[in-house]
């Protein structure tokens, strides 16, 4: 659990607190009225305890600020972890704390207003920005056991993730025999589902492929991604929405892919949601939709996150597999033209150096109905892996792809 948490904070934290010139300026309050900025010079101004009052997700926010023991350290409520200790340094009246790669960067840029009590500015990550705010609870900190030896991971260049994949690119048959179940157009469950969205009129006379695109524009044109969001108890379509409801920031790529797939299986597509690893294990992981085309015989990608499916030169849909092998390769790849992070455009170079961190090894379940992945109710978690690696911790390992992507 530890683990799972500091991959979901390193997946959204880099943060800078900024001040201001020599002279005193004035910003604009989140409140819109212009407001004197304190002019901080050293660590020690910012001591104390402050706890976030916006945000742009659904958490509590602690920062405790102690320039004695030279620490800044932060906690998340809605993940559950406590006194996690990021880097920081101070220049140019600004407060400077970092994290993350150049793919999940964020940044907070802060500024504490005269009266020394609150933090006004904004949040940005993916190229969408949000205000944000801190208020100070106390000038003296609270400094606990600092979670170690769970540090933040260390940015791995491109090359060397494409490196890692040719590396380890070899997958065999090793006897195992994986049985999958999809259940399929139980409209009895989904009801509510298809009255509200109209998702009939949605998805009528479409092919698979066809309906796999348009079920994937569905989604992200009714709802945000946002990788800090928890999940809500219950797994399936109409819980995760409800908790988008509560929650319009959005929710995490999990939610987006279990919604994705939960939908098409409804309109009868086999589909899933695929878990996507680094070969480290103390890192984010990414989630997925896979979809099995009849009409093509062959599973396709989907990533609700990014409103993304790829292809390849000659205009054939990929799926993990073989994004994996291509990624490795070097082969040109592209991705449709209106792929998005919420409201932002997202091209085919991004998505390669945020994937890049992802193709290593995949992880899925066996049984996919109403809300499976909460109940766990007949399903077994299998981790597909390359020839040679190990360490995996999943229910089942296996080294045959063709046991893991097998057709349905």
């Known amino acids: 659990m530890k683990r799972m948490a500091i991959s979901i904070l390193c997946a959204i934290l880099v943060i800078i607190f900024a ?13 819109g009225q212009l407001t004197d900025v304190y002019i901080a010079t050293a660590l020690s101004e910012f001591r104390g305890q402050w706890e976030s009052e916006i945000l742009p997700f ?19 409520a809605q993940i559950g ?35 020394g009590e609150v933090m006004s500015g904004s949040y940005t990550q993916y190229g969408e920005t949000s205000g944000i ?10 400094i606990g056991e600092l979670l170690l030896p769970f540090e933040p991971w260390e940015h791995v260049p491109f090359e060397e993730r494409i490196q890692a994949l040719n590396d380890f690119s070899l997958f065999e048959d090793d006897g195992i025999v994986i049985s999958f179940t999809y259940d399929l157009n139980r409209r009895d469950l989904y009801m509510d589902l298809i009255e509200e969205f109209d998702l009939d009129t949605v998805t ?5 492929v066809e309906l796999m695109i348009v079920l994937l524009d569905w989604v992200k044109d009714h709802f945000r991604h946002n990788g800090a969001s928890g999940m809500p108890v219950e797994r399936d379509a109409m819980s995760i929405i409800g908790y988008m409801r509560e929650n319009p920031s959005g929710i995490n790529c999990r939610g987006l892919a279990i ?51 790829v292809t390849d030169e000659n ?39 945020f994937m890049a961190d992802y193709l ?19 399903t077994t978690q299998i981790m597909l892996v390359p020839v040679g690696f190990s360490g995996t911790g999943a229910e089942v390992t296996t080294t045959s792809q063709e046991a893991f992507f097998a057709t349905p």
């Not at 009528?204 to 698979?208: K, L, M, T």
């Not at 792929?339 to 455009?345: L, M, V």
């Open 204 to 208: 009528a006379g479409y092919s698979d």
């Open 19 to 31: 001040s201001c010139s020599s002279e005193t300026p004035e910003i604009q309050s989140l409140d």
């Open 360 to 378: 290593f090894r995949f992880s899925t379940g066996t049984h996919f109905t109403f809300g499976s992945e909460e109940s766990g109710e007949g």
């Open 259 to 309: 919604l994705l797939a939960e939908v098409l299986r409804l309109y009868g597509v086999e589909a899933k949601h695929i878990t996507v690893y680094p070969y480290e294990d103390n890192h984010p992981v990414h989630v997925v939709t896979h979809a099995y085309s009849r009409e093509l015989n062959q599973w396709i990608m989907l990533d609700p996150t990014f409103r993304i499916y």
């Open 81 to 115: 972890i406590e006194f996690f200790s990021v880097d920081w340094e101070i220049e140019d009246s600004q407060l400077i704390l970092s994290m993350n790669d150049e793919a999940n960067r964020a940044v907070i840029t802060m500024t504490i207003l005269e009266n």
């Open 133 to 142: 705010s801190f208020l100070r609870l106390s000038y003296t900190p609270e």
């Open 58 to 76: 659904d958490d509590v926010w602690t920062l405790n600020i102690d320039e004695g023991e030279e620490v800044v350290l932060l906690s998340s």
């Open 315 to 353: 205009g054939h849909f990929m799926n993990l597999y073989t994004l994996r092998r291509d990624f490795a390769g070097g082969a040109p790849l592209f991705a449709n033209e209106n792929a998005t992070h919420n409201d932002r455009s997202f091209t085919m170079e991004e998505y390669k150096l």
